[in-house]
Nanobody, 123 residues
Framework: QVQLVESGGGLVQPGGSLRLSCAAS????????IGWFRQAPGKERERISC????????YYRESIKGRFTVSRDQRNHTVSLDMNSLKPEDTAVYSC????????????????WGQGTQVTVSS
């Protein structure tokens, strides 16, 4: 069983930065594509990023392109989402998801989910 754990969320001022991390309890994520989703109150869940297992494919949602960077940490077997120039509209619960090898469009196509971590961007 793959159990995902997100960390790094918190309260940050507009323009600030946070690093989210996705890790697998008792295992590594090396063979899995990792997708990042977020959901704000009253809004639909949206896919914001994904990276394939080998890193050859990376997806960014247009609204975060140029501000967020997803990367794989081969040493620690984790995946990070570096968020810069944060805006109030980035406020949401962020979750990482996993499936073997390749990214998919829909959240339903991912097999494993973390519990989510709250990111709040406010003055």
């Amino acid at each position: 069983q793959v159990q995902l754990v997100e960390s790094g969320g918190g309260l940050v001022q507009p323009g600030g930065s946070l690093r989210l991390s996705c890790a697998a309890s008792g295992g590594a994520l090396d063979n899995y594509a990792i997708g990042w989703f977020r959901q704000a109150p009253g809004k639909e869940r949206e896919r914001i990023s994904c990276i394939s297992s080998n890193g050859d494919f990376i997806y960014y949602r247009e609204s975060i392109k140029g501000r967020f960077t997803v990367s794989r940490d081969q040493r620690n077997h984790t995946v990070s989402l570096d968020m810069n120039s944060l805006k109030p509209e980035d406020t949401a619960v962020y979750s990482c998801t996993a499936r073997l090898s390749y990214c998919r469009r829909e959240w339903r196509d991912f097999d494993y989910w973390g519990q989510g971590t709250q990111v709040t961007v406010s003055s």
